[in-house]
């Protein structure tokens, strides 16, 4: 971070992060002064998700998410939690969003999990629907999805997307995937990068390259 500090404003906090730093990583990074988003994707039932959403605005992120999964009472349960935990401490809520489908599931992986005869595309609209009537911000959703999603959920709606990876870069165990620059044209708010950057030899330089393709 302090080696893309002038390229990058906004960090991702993950499941393995948080594991091995907890909340004082998280006050180490904000003292750099950077936007942070805690992706630990809260699913559990709405009393533990309210707790844990209180929690995650406390120690000051910008931005965090849940599995819409969780249902209707947990989203609403975590929003009502926030905006509490917010007023109390005389901030503005953190941006709340809603995991629709993981971007490392296929078409047939979905719906074995799911249940569901509904394409991807379908059921992320579905979830994302959903996640508009609890309250919540917006979504998490492959780059595929946004151009329907801000059909059928608004422009103010936010859309996150992960499964962006440069043209230099193979997939890994992405399978939705576009590039920075066509995530960015078709609509994304926010694009999630990782492991282009910090697996790289030289992130400050893969950073600076994504940013180039952007930018052209």
């Known amino acids: 971070m302090r080696r893309l500090s002038d390229l990058i404003s906004f960090y991702k906090v993950g499941l393995r992060l948080f594991t091995l730093g907890g909340p004082r990583i998280i006050s ?33 992120v910008d931005m965090f998410n849940l ?6 009472k947990m989203m609403r349960a975590a929003v009502e939690a926030a905006h509490d935990e917010a007023d109390r401490i005389g901030i503005l809520p953190p941006i709340l969003l809603g995991v629709t489908i993981l971007t490392s599931l296929d078409e047939d ?3 074995e999990i799911y249940g569901t005869e509904r394409s991807i595309r379908d059921q992320v609209v579905h979830m994302a629907e959903m996640a ?14 946004i151009g329907v999603i801000r059909d059928r959920c608004g422009g103010n709606f936010t859309v996150v997307t992960p499964g962006v990876r440069p043209e230099w870069f193979g997939r890994g165990d992405q399978r939705r995937v576009m590039t920075p620059s066509q995530a960015l044209r078709a609509g994304a708010d926010y694009i999630v990068v990782g492991r282009p950057i910090y697996a790289s030899d030289d992130p400050r330089e893969a950073a600076f390259k994504i940013i180039e393709e ?3």
Do not use: Q, Y
């Not at 904000?30 to 707790?51: C, Q, R």
């Open 67 to 72: 599995h819409i999964g969780g249902g209707m």
């Open 214 to 216: 952007i930018e052209g």
């Open 109 to 111: 992986e979905m719906r």
């Open 132 to 145: 508009k009537s609890a309250g919540l911000d917006g979504v998490v959703a492959s780059p595929l999805e």
């Open 28 to 60: 180490r990074l904000k003292e750099m002064g950077v936007k942070l988003f805690l992706d630990l994707k809260l699913h559990d039932i709405p009393n533990t998700v309210a707790d844990a959403s209180r929690a995650a605005v406390s120690m000051g």
